[in-house]
């Protein structure tokens, strides 16, 4: 009984539960950053709308694709540098892609989207990304 309440054991089962938490946070959204990136890809007027500012349908669809390139290969290098470089690599990897977000929320703000749009989506999304970067560096 003693033995459980040691020191070491309370870190060997905040591991337990922090280092599945910690890697499946950060492959979640590793995967939704990859598939944002796909939809502007794929369908790049429906994923602005979703992101807050409109495309203009006569407007260059390469700035749409390029975004999709842009959120494809933030989470391609994600789960690359979560498989193969470990958890302290990708919270680094975390903590310069929530500038993403973060600015995001500005561009949303500043061409006519909404607010609730804009910190409902972009900043949470931001705030959850430094979340997923603290526990990887925390396993």
Do not use: N
């Amino acid at each position: 009984m003693l033995a459980s309440l040691s020191p070491l054991a309370l870190l060997a089962r905040r591991s337990d539960v922090l280092t599945p938490t910690a890697y499946g946070l950060a492959i979640v959204l590793d995967l939704l950053v990859l598939f944002i990136g796909a939809r502007f890809l794929l369908q790049p007027q429906p994923a602005a709308t979703a992101y807050g500012v409109p495309a203009k349908p006569q407007g260059d669809a390469a700035y749409l694709e390029i975004k999709g390139l842009r959120d494809a290969t933030f989470g391609v290098m994600g789960l690359a540098l979560l498989a193969f470089a470990g958890a302290t690599a990708e919270a680094w990897f975390m903590l310069i892609v929530a500038l993403a977000p973060l600015g995001d929320t500005l561009i949303v703000l500043r061409h006519g989207g909404t607010k609730a749009v804009a910190f409902g989506i972009h900043f949470a999304t931001a705030v959850v990304v430094l979340i997923s970067a603290a526990l990887l560096l925390a396993v």
